[in-house]
């Protein structure tokens, strides 16, 4: 029910973006398919599967507001 962020080479998570939205009874769109980030650390989410709260094929963007 969100995006986990880790390391590679030791497999741990090192940061979670939990989806306040997300319904666990609801398997079909809940959260993103794919994770990209861009050079300036925004992660960018892609939600193509279909959900009753959201459009259709959403592509969302996180932006870090705390460090």
Do not use: C, Q
Request: without cysteine.
């Amino acid at each position: 029910m969100g995006i986990r962020i880790g390391e590679a080479e030791t497999g741990w998570v090192k940061e979670f973006i939990r989806f306040p939205w997300a319904n666990p009874n609801i398997l079909p769109g809940n959260g993103a398919e794919f994770v990209t980030v861009d050079s300036e650390g925004n992660i960018y989410g892609g939600e193509p599967v279909p959900n009753p709260h959201l459009n259709d094929r959403t592509l969302r963007k996180y932006v870090r507001v705390r460090p």
